[in-house]
């Protein structure tokens, strides 16, 4: 992963898409495993329950194996992405992914405004006036609105039962 | 006649001051969520379905349609003034809603946008309204291998009619299928595909898969793509409005064109973006400008928004009298459906008059608040689109976290949201299409016992699908479809070596 000055490198889409269809019919294989465990042939009750996604199954494999062959075959030097965006992409992924990761220990509230906190700070550049009004006015809109008005309950941690909300 | 009653108790239902109040805050919440990127229509409806939980169904259902109707709406507001399509149905308004605002047009882009879309959704729900009905009347009878035909007609539609790659659209569309049979078989009331996961045992919801593809996936493309609004300021006065208001009569017979190619390409599930471009394209060659088509020519913005809005409307045509949802959209108000208790399908027309009567009654009154919305507050709209976006994001994903949450008060479920949002991303990227996937996820498990059960019938036979005229009559339907794009490469070649031969 060179950082080239000129920033038009990155992965082939061929090569993207190609991986794409693999897993995709490594998905399909695994549909079937599932259904042959469940049984794909009659029953007593007719067609057990494995007999429906087991042709599922193959047909993903099959379609995918078309897939694979129609890129193998037209695939052109094109690129899937610059690799400075697919880092704008990761700059979104991995913090939503510790977002989501940590929301069952600290309910969503906090994970909420420490998220948007982090996202106008650091990717943003805002002063931290703005960055504090919107991080914690979202998350205090949002209870009002879900929990109070609409009363769906949202997941919540120990700082909402020290709070006792 | 009793539909016109019916029709007259559903105004009564939808005019009540509540029903009317949660209509213009779905309109003005719609046509937010279709002017921002990575907030479309069936995501956004996703996340605001757990606010519905506690009205009751029609209001419930009024608001979540209100979204729909301005989303489509919203879509057109970012296509003219800032060439960014806030909706995949919107691209083909860019074509020529953007140069006419360039050329300082755009009070008379966005007018005419406006009012074709408002064109488009009246057509389509006088459809509604006179067909939906005696569709649903008819479809009582159906047993279980005429609904399957029925489903099978509109996957076999998706294939054929999308323009990504046919077998790109069976691989997604059978992606979604597995995932529907994820969980307990609901005939033999056995486990499968869990792989002993316990989180698995109730499978996987659609609407999660709604908004992790559409929500979180549209979110990491425009991050790639990376953001910079150069745009037009927006504003109409009721100069502009009445002027391009007499001008329209003009284009009667674009509009009526669009409004058949959207209601077609709504009622099977190919939806609104593929019948923009489709209405865009034959407008373009009919029309006797149709050199200036891309210049900035009004005759591109109405044929593209009358059938994209003609399309969004006609999609819950099926979804009504059928329960086969015509876009992800209808989908997703399916769904709803089925949370607030209704059973979507022709029973719905028997047993929930108020209910159906009273949806239908509000897209007529819904269209109508929107088009005043729209036409007045655009300014205000097109503000919202100035919000950087590292503001916008964070705020949207926390949303698409809490919509994903409130479906089962599941952590599980936010996290499965992700995965589904980056792999939304790569598929969008290969040119998968994602609405077979969702609609797959959403009518798998029934697709799966109407089949089941006709196989049952018949101790195994297919030759159920083709035992009696109206089952093999929707079952041939379905092949054509399915190998349409074949067929109409064979009939170009026919004709060109007709020519050839002359």
Known sequence: MTTHSSGAAGPKHKFVEAGIALLIALFGAVVIVGSLKAGINWGAEGPRAGFFPFYIGLLIIVSSAINFWHVLRDGDGELFAEWVQLRQVMSVVIPTAIYVGSMPFTGLYLASIIFIGYFMRWLGKYRWVTVLGVALGMPIITYFIFERYFMVPLPKGPIEEWLGI | ?502
């Open chain 2, 1 to 502: 006649m009793e539909e016109i009653v019916n029709l007259f108790h559903g105004f009564a239902v939808a005019l009540q001051p509540f029903n009317i109040m949660v209509m213009l805050l779905g309109i003005v919440l719609g046509v937010i969520i279709g002017v921002l990127p990575g907030l479309g229509g069936a995501n956004g409806v996703a996340i605001l379905l757990p606010l519905t939980f506690s009205m009751p169904p029609t209001s419930a259902i009024i608001m979540l349609s209100c979204i729909y109707w301005g989303a489509l709406f919203g879509g057109a507001i970012t296509s003219i003034l800032f060439n960014i399509p806030g909706e995949p149905w919107s691209v083909a308004t860019t074509f020529d809603g953007y140069p006419m605002a360039q050329q300082g047009k755009a009070g008379e882009a966005l007018t005419a946008a406006f009012t074709s879309s408002f064109v488009g959704a009246l057509f389509a729900v006088i459809m509604i309204t006179l067909v939906a009905p005696l569709v649903a009347s008819f479809a009582l009878q159906f047993g279980p291998a005429e609904k399957f035909a029925v489903y099978f007609l509109a996957f076999c539609s998706f294939v054929g009619l999308s323009k990504e790659p046919p077998f790109k659209t069976i691989a997604a569309m059978m992606m979604g299928f597995a995932l529907a049979a994820v969980g307990l078989d609901s005939i033999t009331g056995q486990l499968r595909l869990t792989f002993g996961f316990t989180e698995l045992l109730n499978g996987f919801d659609f609407l999660i898969a709604v908004i992790g593809l559409f929500g979180i996936g549209e979110i990491l493309i425009t991050m790639e793509e990376g953001l910079a609004f150069k745009g037009g300021k927006a504003k109409i006065d009721l100069k502009v409005v009445l002027q391009t208001w007499k001008s329209l009569p003009r284009y009667w017979l674009t509009m009526l064109r669009s409004c058949f190619i959207g209601c077609w390409m709504g009622i099977t599930p190919a939806g609104a973006t593929p019948a923009s471009f489709m209405s865009y394209g034959i407008a373009k060659r009919v029309s006797k400008n149709g050199n200036n088509f891309g210049k900035g020519e009004i005759e591109g913005v109405i044929a593209p928004e009358t059938a994209a809005h003609a399309a969004g409307t006609a999609a819950l045509l099926p979804m009504l009298s059928l329960g086969v949802p015509g876009s992800p959209t209808a989908a997703v108000l399916l769904g709803g459906l089925l949370i607030w208790g209704l059973q979507p399908g022709p029973m719905l027309f028997v047993e929930q008059k108020e209910f159906v009567w009273g949806l239908i009654a509000s897209m007529y009154l819904g269209n109508l608040f929107g088009l005043l919305v729209v036409l007045t507050c655009v300014p205000i709209f097109a503000a919202i689109l100035r919000v950087p976006f590292s503001i916008i994001a964070p705020l949207i994903l926390v949303l698409c976290a809490i919509g994903a949450y409130s479906v089962h008060s599941s952590t599980f479920d936010v996290m499965l949201m992700l995965v589904f949002g980056v792999v939304g991303y790569l598929l969008k990227k290969c040119n998968y299409p994602l609405a077979p996937l969702v609609l797959a996820i959403v009518l798998g498990d029934k697709a799966e016992e109407a089949f089941r059960q006709s196989l049952l019938g018949s101790q195994g036979s297919l030759g159920i699908f083709f035992s009696n005229p109206l089952v093999s009559t929707i079952m041939v339907l379905g092949l054509i479809a399915l190998f349409w794009s074949g067929i109409q490469e064979g009939f170009t070649r026919l004709r060109r070596t007709r020519t050839a031969a002359a």
